[in-house]
C-alpha cells in the first residue's frame, strides 16, 4: 500500500512540475512508457520546473545518493558491505567515502595505472581490493580479477532476459542507477522497492523511480522489460520482477 501511496505522489508530482510529462499527459490523458533513446533526447525537459541546470554547470548525481543506491542493492543480493571496503569499477574518478559502516571506492576502468593515479589523486594510497572487499561490476570488467575478493556483479534486464543472472548480482541500468538485486535461495531479481516501482502498461512493464528528481524518471521502459513481470517472490515475499519469457 505504501509503495502505491508513494508512486501515485511521483505520478502526481510528475505531472504538475516536469515538462515532459506535462505535455505527455496534456496530450493523452495518459502517461506511456519512456524509452532510453527518448530519454536522452528530452532530457531537459524531465527536469522539474526551476530544477534544471547549464550543462557547463550541472554537478552530476551525488555520490551520497549513489552510494545508497549501490548499498541498497547490494544488500538486496545478499551482502553485507559493513566493514568492508567496496570497490565500484568505473570510468570516472570518486573521492573515498565512509558511509554505512564501509569504505566506498573506485577502480577505474581505463588502464592498470590508473587505480595508482586515483589512488594518488585522493590520498588514500594504493587501492589494490583485499580478500575481505567487494568489487562491483560487469562480467567483462570483473575477468581477471585477483583472487581474493568477493565480485559482485552488475547486470541489466536486457542481460537477465537473455540469461538468468547469478545469486549475489546487483541490477544496474546505466541510465537509471542500481534498481535491485538478486538475493540467494530463489534467482528472483528483486526490485528496491522503497525506490522502484513496477507495473504493466499497455502490456509492458514499466518502472518509475521514486526517488529520482533530475531527471525525474516514471513510466520508463529498459531494454529487456518485455521479458518480466512484476510479482512477489515465493520465496522472500518481496517485489520481483518475474520471467514471462
Not at 170 to 197: A, D, I, Q, T
Amino acid at each position: 500500500m505504501r509503495g502505491r501511496q508513494r508512486y501515485a505522489r511521483t505520478v502526481r508530482r510528475a505531472v504538475a512540475t516536469v515538462p515532459h510529462y506535462r505535455e505527455r499527459h496534456a496530450a493523452t490523458g495518459a502517461l506511456p512508457p519512456l524509452t532510453r533513446d527518448e530519454a536522452e533526447l528530452r532530457r531537459h525537459l524531465l527536469m522539474p520546473l526551476g530544477s534544471a541546470l547549464p550543462a557547463r554547470r550541472d554537478p552530476g548525481r551525488p555520490a551520497a545518493e549513489h552510494i545508497a543506491e549501490l548499498h541498497e542493492a547490494l544488500r538486496l543480493a545478499g551482502h553485507r558491505p559493513a566493514g568492508r571496503k567496496v570497490y565500484e569499477i568505473s570510468p570516472s574518478l570518486r573521492d573515498p567515502v565512509r558511509a554505512y559502516g564501509a569504505d566506498w571506492r573506485v577502480l577505474l576502468t581505463s588502464t592498470a595505472d590508473a587505480g595508482r593515479y586515483a589512488a594518488e589523486r585522493s590520498g588514500t594510497g594504493h587501492p589494490e581490493p583485499d580478500g575481505d572487499a567487494l568489487v562491483v561490476g560487469e562480467a567483462a570488467q570483473l575477468t581477471g580479477m585477483a583472487a581474493g575478493p568477493v565480485t559482485v556483479e552488475r547486470v541489466t534486464l536486457a542481460e537477465a532476459a537473455r540469461t538468468r543472472p547469478a545469486s549475489g548480482s546487483v541490477w544496474y541500468e546505466p541510465w537509471l542507477g542500481h534498481l535491485g538485486g538478486v538475493p540467494g535461495g530463489c534467482g528472483e531479481l528483486h526490485l528496491n522497492p522503497s525506490r522502484v516501482h513496477a507495473r504493466l502498461l499497455d502490456g509492458a512493464t514499466v518502472l518509475t523511480l521514486l526517488r529520482r528528481r533530475r531527471p525525474t524518471f516514471v513510466h520508463v521502459r529498459p531494454e529487456g522489460a518485455e521479458s518480466f513481470a512484476p510479482g512477489r517472490c515465493s520465496v522472500h515475499g518481496a517485489p520481483v520482477l518475474g520471467r514471462t519469457a
